[in-house]
Each structure stands twice: as C-alpha cells, then as structure tokens.
C-alpha cells in the first residue's frame, strides 16, 4: 500500500520560511519523479515544483521561481519543499505526489500516480 505523508505545514508570518516534507512508503521511492501541488480554497489544484528520480530536473511555478526549493533523499524516501520568503499568496494545502511513469508531463496533475492527504500552509500579512 503506497503512502505519501506530508508534514511541517503551519501559520507563518509573510516573509518566514517553512520546509514541508514528504515521507513515502509501499514503492520504490527512487522509480518514481516526485511534485508538490497545492490548492487554495476555492481554486484548482496548481503544479509548485517537481524533481526527477535522481534528483536532477528541477522545475518550479513561475510564482515560486526564486523563493522555494524543492529536493529529495532517496535513501530516506523523502521529498522536501524549502519554502523562503512566504507570501500571504502562498496559502494553501500542499500535496506532494509521485509520478512512476516516463512519458507524462511532470507539470501537470495527470501524469502523478499517488497523492499525499496534504499539509496546510497559511501566511498572514
């Protein structure tokens, strides 16, 4: 049974830092690209960053580019989002998600296989 658990999501003030992190189980974490999504209330479901298997191929939202990193340790079966420079934009619940196959476009919510519970985020102003 595959478990994607998310944690280190909180109430920040805009301009703090939060790392959320991802703890997966039940596959072979280093087989499957792995992306953060998040929702805010009353809005889809939008594409934050994703990571390749080994760690390279690293790509970000526009809106994140420069203030959230995003990283793995496959002998840990951990994803982590390294969120800087927190905007009250940024609230939102954020997923993490794992992707087991080639051909898709990481971007996007379709290509991922596996969905987390997610982590609230909220930045007050």
């Known amino acids: 049974q595959v478990q994607l658990v998310e944690s280190g999501g909180g109430l920040v003030q805009a301009g703090d830092s939060l790392r959320l992190s991802c703890a997966a189980s039940g596959l072979t974490f280093s087989s499957y690209a792995m992306g953060w999504f998040r929702q805010a209330p009353g809005k889809e479901r939008e594409f934050v960053a994703t990571?390749?298997?080994?760690?390279?191929?690293?790509y970000y939202a526009d809106s994140v580019k420069g203030r959230f990193t995003i990283s793995r340790d496959n002998a840990k079966n951990t994803v982590y989002l390294q969120m800087n420079s927190l905007k009250p934009e940024d609230t939102a619940v954020y997923y993490c998600?794992?992707?087991?196959?080639?051909?898709?476009?990481?971007?996007?919510?379709?290509?991922?296989?596996?969905w987390g519970q997610g982590t609230q985020v909220t930045v007050s102003s």
């Open positions: 990571i390749g298997r080994r760690g390279g191929n690293k």
């Open positions: 998600a794992a992707a087991g196959r080639w051909d898709v476009v990481l971007t996007t919510r379709h290509a991922y296989d596996y």
